[in-house]
């Protein structure tokens, strides 16, 4: 009896540990967290920007690549929050980097850390949603986003399997009327083999909107 109490437990820790998001993964979300509060004031707050901006340099991601299936809702970035340390450095540093926020997006494409955590930032036209796919062969997927200051989004995940099988629409149920500033979906258990994932961002605010998507 007593062994099959220990067996069940280590069962569950490690069934935990499996599905749980790695230090990477919540370093990145925690950094962009830490992004959009800086700006809540109308300026940005240092102390917040540089606790993002160290975040990130520890944090092991790469950057996320998107395919656009259907983007017609995306928005220019220029004037919007980029959610990377060379655009969050400089902002800290007090400079007007805005004006060239997709040239740091743009930079930001070519750059690899290691790591199975990902990040990009996208700009979502007011009203709008976009749809963006790509192909994932893990047994589990984490998945989430952030929008800049003032912003309130809503994420949407859909799975197809290597048979063509579609589960979801995974996501946060809470103020999806309304939608809310940051989106983190519970661990999504894949169905195995070279999947298809869908994540569809909605911006409920009337403007444009940047957000960061952090997969794992």
């Known amino acids: 009896m007593?062994?099959?109490?220990?067996?069940?437990?280590?069962?569950?820790?490690?069934?935990?540990a499996i599905f749980a998001q790695s230090n990477d993964f919540k370093q990145v979300y925690n950094a962009c967290i830490k992004?959009?509060?800086?700006?809540?004031?109308?300026?940005?707050?240092?102390?917040?920007?540089?606790e993002a901006v160290e975040l990130l340099?520890?944090?092991r991601w790469s950057t996320l690549i998107l395919q656009g299936v259907s983007a017609k809702g995306e928005a220019d970035m220029k004037g919007h929050m980029v959610f990377t340390p060379a655009f969050l450095a400089e902002c800290a540093k007090g400079r007007t980097v805005?004006?060239?926020?997709?040239?740091?997006?743009?930079?930001?494409?070519?750059t690899d850390r290691g790591g199975n955590t990902q990040l990009c930032t996208k700009c979502i036209a007011g009203k709008s949603t976009v749809k963006y796919g790509l192909r994932w062969n893990d047994k589990t997927l984490h998945v989430g986003a952030v929008a800049e200051?003032?912003?309130?989004?809503n994420v949407y995940v859909e799975v197809k399997d290597p048979k063509g099988h579609m589960?979801?629409?995974?996501?946060?149920?809470?103020?999806?009327?309304?939608?809310?500033?940051?989106r983190l979906l519970d661990p999504i258990k894949m169905p195995g083999g070279m999947c298809e994932v869908?994540?569809?961002?909605?911006?409920?605010?009337?403007?444009?909107?940047?957000?960061?998507?952090?997969?794992?």
């Open 149 to 153: 200051v003032n912003g309130k989004i």
């Open 198 to 216: 869908y994540i569809t961002i909605e911006n409920k605010h009337r403007k444009a909107k940047s957000v960061a998507i952090i997969v794992e």
């Open 2 to 16: 007593k062994n099959r109490i220990i067996t069940t437990i280590v069962g569950c820790m490690l069934c935990s």
């Open 57 to 59: 340099g520890k944090a």
């Open 98 to 110: 805005f004006k060239k926020a997709k040239e740091y997006a743009d930079e930001e494409a070519s």
């Open 35 to 50: 992004a959009q509060s800086s700006m809540s004031g109308g300026e940005g707050s240092k102390s917040e920007i540089n």
């Open 167 to 182: 589960s979801g629409p995974y996501k946060v149920s809470s103020n999806e009327f309304k939608g809310d500033g940051k």
